[in-house]
């Protein structure tokens, strides 16, 4: 398969009436801050017939009029704070061609392939792009990137559903509330978690140099992306298994967290005295009283960290495993959640703080598990109907675990897993055959 890309330009905003200030900013939140200043990329696939790539450009315009943020740069307010530019300096929009039908590129997986369908992720002043690969069948693949610090994954797929109903001539949305100002602290404040270790890191100097930034160079050798494909039926029995003698059952996500764990953990050969760490994102809409409006653009996310010696991971039942994610996650409530409020506004204290995110791609012998279940991507139509395909771009960052809802609809999920070259694959049949007995 031969990518062509064809054409690159920038888009920017299209108003009715007349068009806003440039000049104004948006401060970072206090979670923006924390989040990962990164581009995420995501693949969709759709089958003809879908409407032609100036549907899609100017719906894309239209709809940046309402989500400014997107056609922003990042950058320092006039009160010296990290903020998002309202400058309208517009977003990346490529157009691209295959030389064969999508059936002959099939099955997409996340693989160096992939990378072909979406602008580069390295050195992006823009915060989102966009680029459109027509294939000689007439299905198109849209890859899209947007930098995380703008928002999460839950309110970058609203935007993505909004972009669909502009290409459609609806009205636009869900709308945005764009207001980053509604999580102030308490008074007094009230710090009762140790956020300085968990979510943020001191700017300290090591050997002369600073602490890389996420974006430095790695290298990916070695490591393989899988995909597991858990059916419905393996899911409830896992849960059944994870939640025996329980009044509550663990939640389906709990379970196969904890099965994944226990099975990275085993193929990975960890020495049993050694401790793995899961770390899980947590949504903080649902969890915060009063809850954050569903319609929040931007972050909203902090973690969960569960821990477990190797040999007690391993040798425990999945009920074991599946009680430490699901104590873990239950911790970051809304206590936590204000306790970060508290702590990350203290603009004093955090100037010589910094993100405490991953900087490398190998998390072992720890997992990291983003779920991108709940997420309405496949409520994305352009006019030609929901995509078939969804999948993450290729990501080797090694024990980096993305779960999300399989294509088929019948209640089943994809694991993507990228791992080390390991001699034996982590299918759910043979995992789920193997750990059954330990």
Not at 10 to 33: C, H, M, Q, R, W
Not at 48 to 75: C, D
Not at 175 to 203: A, G, M, N
Request: hydrophobic residues 40%; aromatic residues 10%.
């Amino acid at each position: 398969m031969d990518v062509q890309r064809e054409s690159s330009m920038i888009l920017k905003p299209i108003y009715e009436g007349n068009p806003p200030s440039t000049t104004a900013s948006v401060p970072l939140s206090v979670f923006d801050k924390a989040s990962y200043d990164t581009h995420i990329a995501v693949i969709y696939a759709f089958k003809s017939p879908t409407p032609p790539n100036s549907n899609l450009q100017t719906g894309l315009q239209k709809v940046l009029a309402v989500y400014r943020e997107w056609a922003g740069r990042l950058g320092i307010d006039d009160k010296g704070r990290p903020a998002i530019l309202l400058n309208d300096e517009g977003v990346r929009f490529v157009e691209a061609s295959a030389d064969c039908a999508l059936d002959q590129a099939m099955p997409l997986k996340p693989s160096k392939d992939v990378l072909n369908f979406h602008p580069s992720l390295k050195g992006v002043e823009e915060l989102l792009q966009v680029q459109l690969t027509r294939f000689a069948c007439g299905s198109m693949v849209l890859g899209f990137s947007t930098n995380h610090i703008v928002a999460d994954g839950h309110a970058t797929s609203n935007f993505l559903v909004a972009w669909g109903r502009a290409c459609r001539g609806l009205d636009i949305g869900p709308l945005p509330l764009l207001d980053r100002t509604i999580f102030t602290p308490r008074d007094p404040p009230c710090v009762e978690f140790e956020h300085q270790r968990i979510e943020f890191k001191s700017k300290k100097i090591i050997n002369g140099h600073p602490y890389p930034s996420p974006n430095s160079d790695y290298s990916s050798d070695g490591v393989i992306v899988h995909k597991a494909h858990f059916t419905l039926e393996f899911l409830t029995k896992l849960k059944a298994k994870a939640s025996a003698g329980r009044t509550r059952p663990y939640s389906t996500f709990e379970s196969l967290v904890a099965h994944l764990w226990r099975a990275i953990t085993k193929a990975r050969g960890l020495n049993g005295f050694e401790t793995t760490q899961v770390r899980i994102s947590v949504n903080g809409r649902q969890r915060m009283n009063p809850r954050v409006p569903y319609e929040y653009f931007g972050n909203v996310v902090l973690w969960a960290f569960a821990g477990a010696k190797v040999k007690e991971l391993l040798h425990e039942p999945v009920q074991y495993a599946a009680k430490r994610i699901h104590d873990a996650v239950s911790k970051v409530n809304d206590d936590y959640f204000k306790s970060f409020i508290d702590f990350a506004s203290d603009e004093e204290k955090m100037k010589d703080l910094t993100n405490a995110d991953e900087e490398s791609v190998v998390l072992y012998p720890n997992v990291d598990v983003e779920s991108w279940l709940r997420f309405p991507f496949y409520d994305l139509n352009f006019g030609g109907g929901a995509p078939y395909i969804f999948l993450p771009s290729y990501l080797p960052v090694q024990g980096m675990l993305i779960l999300l809802p399989s294509f088929i609809g019948d209640g089943s999920i994809d694991a993507i897993v990228p791992l080390f070259d390991l001699k034996r694959a982590l299918s759910p049949s043979k995992a789920y055959a193997t750990l059954s007995t330990s």
